[in-house]
């Protein structure tokens, strides 16, 4: 299947500086990418609809300001954690849309663990 | 709307002995179904997925599953459990849009699955 790329895996950093996060397809190109938080042992949460060349999609409640998405290339979206508090650690999972039509599937990357001290 | 609900939080069974992990879903349209792994601190894989063709999906490491419409379920089974099996088991369900349309997931609840020496 196709391989999604997320980088870092694991990141610490204190409370009020920002982290970004990178989503990667790597061996297709997605216009359309996701980004959801995993809360431990719960299920995942849309936050926000990335599409390349426009501005994200954003779910009912989550700040896009504190919440930046840039989807700049058919490969690449970014999610950027701005300020980050401790309440903002969590598990962030992206997922890149591969097809089209009915036939389009999410691969998901491996997940970033955010840890605010 | 459409959601999914995963009657079991928790499934433990013996190694060796079949597995049944239950999933229901409502939709207003024809549903695409998956069902996704999540091992410990990882991503999501995608086990097997149900777009309007076969009604026995069979998906990858001997799981399979039957989407029956009548009962709206969508439970995945496999005949002989490893313990390499334990993980997190989401059912997941889409609508069926439009060609080329993004399309987000509703995913259910999770369930964790065990597997006894």
């Known amino acids: 299947g196709a391989v999604v790329s997320q980088h870092p895996s694991w990141v610490i950093c204190k409370s009020g500086t920002s982290v970004k996060i990178e989503c990667r397809s790597l061996d297709f190109q997605a216009t359309t990418m996701f980004w959801y938080r995993q809360f431990p042992k719960q299920s995942l949460m849309l936050m926000a609809t990335s599409n390349e060349g426009s501005k994200a999609t954003y779910e009912q409640g989550v700040e896009k300001d504190k919440f930046l998405i840039n989807h700049a290339s058919l490969t690449l979206s970014t999610l950027t954690v701005t300020s980050a508090h401790p309440e903002d650690s969590s598990f962030y999972i992206c997922?890149?849309?591969?097809?089209?039509?009915?036939?389009?599937?999410?691969?998901f990357g491996a997940g970033t663990r955010l840890s605010v001290l | 709307a459409q959601s999914v609900t995963q009657l079991d939080s928790h499934v433990s069974v013996s190694e060796g002995t079949p597995v049944l992990l239950r999933c229901n879903y409502s939709?207003?349209?024809?549903?695409?179904l998956f069902w996704y792994v999540q091992h410990p601190n990882k991503g999501l894989q995608l086990l097997l997925k149900?777009?309007?063709?076969?009604?026995l999906v069979k998906g990858i490491n001997g799981f399979e599953a039957e989407f029956k419409k009548s009962e709206t379920s969508f439970h995945l089974t496999k005949p002989s459990a490893h313990m390499s099996d334990a993980a997190e088991y989401f059912c997941?369900?889409?609508?069926?849009?439009?060609?080329?349309?993004?399309?987000?997931?509703?995913f259910g609840s999770g369930t964790q699955l065990t597997v006894l020496p």
């Open positions: 997941v369900v889409t609508l069926s849009l439009s060609s080329g349309s993004a399309r987000q997931l509703t």
């Open positions: 149900y777009t309007s063709a076969a009604t």
């Open positions: 997922s890149a849309l591969a097809g089209s039509g009915a036939k389009n599937i999410q691969y």
């Open positions: 939709s207003s349209y024809s549903p695409s």
